[in-house]
């Protein structure tokens, strides 16, 4: 797909995020929407996948180490094909496979149960050592929140990937500069995010608009050519992105919008999908 067809799929799979948590009441829109843009270029551009063979075994590899925004890993998943768009509207409805957080042993597409923050990235890890161990030639994809990574256990599986030198792993920093609480520089400041890759021996590449196709793809493609250490992809980001009330807003970190602000959000996405078409 060209960059304008990735935009384009990126306002559907921003749409299946506000359709799924208006429909479950609950959820995580904001950093979920923050992120449709590297989720959709993951699935319809990067990764070797096959959705008719979701367990293939040189398939390349996601964890969302960020759990909480399964809404928008969902919406990826069901606009590639790994399960109808149409289910979306079960997120954590009583007995749907789309639980609030992505479950491994259920949901098609999904190569690691998430949800405890800083657990994600060592479960990429240690995947990326086991292709190198067994000769596979498969990536390791991981997306952390930026809030998240003030989780000790993040930097310990830092240390351990660029001590083994896992250039199959790319981890991707969602930085939208805020988190439930507010401002990660406020709560508790992981800045500066690149020179601490750096410093556990990570190539880091400083996406400077990580909403923006042609600046992704730059990335992923630089990225591809570092050998002998992993990569660390700081994207940034605006929470909320494509939904006017959610931008930059913290509270919408982890609520769902009522019917009158579905409204809204979806009219949003309706004309930024019209613009996108006009191109």
């Known amino acids: 797909m060209n960059n304008l067809e990735l935009s384009r799929m990126a306002n559907e799979v921003r749409k299946g995020?506000?359709?799924?948590v208006h429909s479950a009441k609950a959820g995580h829109p904001?950093?979920?929407?923050?992120?449709?843009?590297?989720?959709?270029?993951?699935?319809?551009?990067?990764m070797n996948i096959d959705p008719a063979n979701p367990k293939m075994e040189n398939r390349d590899r996601f964890?969302?180490?960020?759990?909480?925004?399964?809404?928008g890993?969902?919406?990826?998943?069901?606009?590639?094909?790994?399960?109808?768009?149409?289910d979306l509207t079960t997120l954590r409805h009583l007995g749907s496979y789309l639980q609030g957080h992505p479950c491994l042993q259920h949901v098609p597409g999904v190569d690691m149960s998430t949800g405890s923050l800083g657990q994600g990235i060592s479960a990429a890890?240690?995947?990326?050592?086991?292709?190198?161990?067994?000769?596979?030639?498969?990536r390791v994809?991981?997306?952390?929140?930026?809030?998240?990574?003030?989780?000790?256990?993040?930097?310990?599986?830092?240390?351990?990937a660029g001590h083994r030198k896992l250039d199959n792993l790319v981890v991707i920093v969602d930085n939208n500069g805020l988190q439930i609480d507010g401002d990660i520089e406020d709560v508790c400041s992981p800045y500066p995010i690149d020179k601490k890759f750096e410093a556990f021996n990570f190539h880091v590449i400083d996406l400077a608009?990580?909403?923006?196709?042609?600046?992704?793809?730059?990335?992923?493609?630089?990225?591809?050519?570092?050998?002998?250490?992993?990569?660390a992809i700081v994207a940034h980001t605006l929470k909320g992105k494509g939904v006017s009330f959610m931008e930059g807003e913290a509270g919408w970190h982890g609520k769902a919008p009522n019917d009158e602000q579905y409204e809204i959000a979806m009219a949003d996405l309706e004309r930024i999908g019209e613009a996108l078409c006009q191109k």
């Open 63 to 71: 964890v969302l180490s960020k759990g909480h925004t399964a809404p």
């Open 17 to 20: 995020i506000i359709i799924s």
């Open 141 to 160: 994809y991981t997306l952390l929140g930026d809030g998240e990574i003030q989780e000790g256990q993040v930097w310990e599986a830092a240390m351990f």
């Open 209 to 231: 608009d990580g909403n923006d196709m042609e600046q992704i793809r730059t990335a992923f493609e630089e990225a591809r050519k570092v050998k002998g250490m992993p990569v």
């Open 125 to 138: 890890v240690g995947m990326a050592l086991g292709a190198k161990m067994s000769g596979q030639d498969f």
């Open 30 to 46: 904001g950093g979920s929407l923050s992120a449709a843009d590297i989720f959709t270029y993951l699935y319809f551009e990067e």
């Open 73 to 86: 890993l969902y919406a990826a998943l069901a606009h590639r094909g790994f399960f109808p768009v149409e």
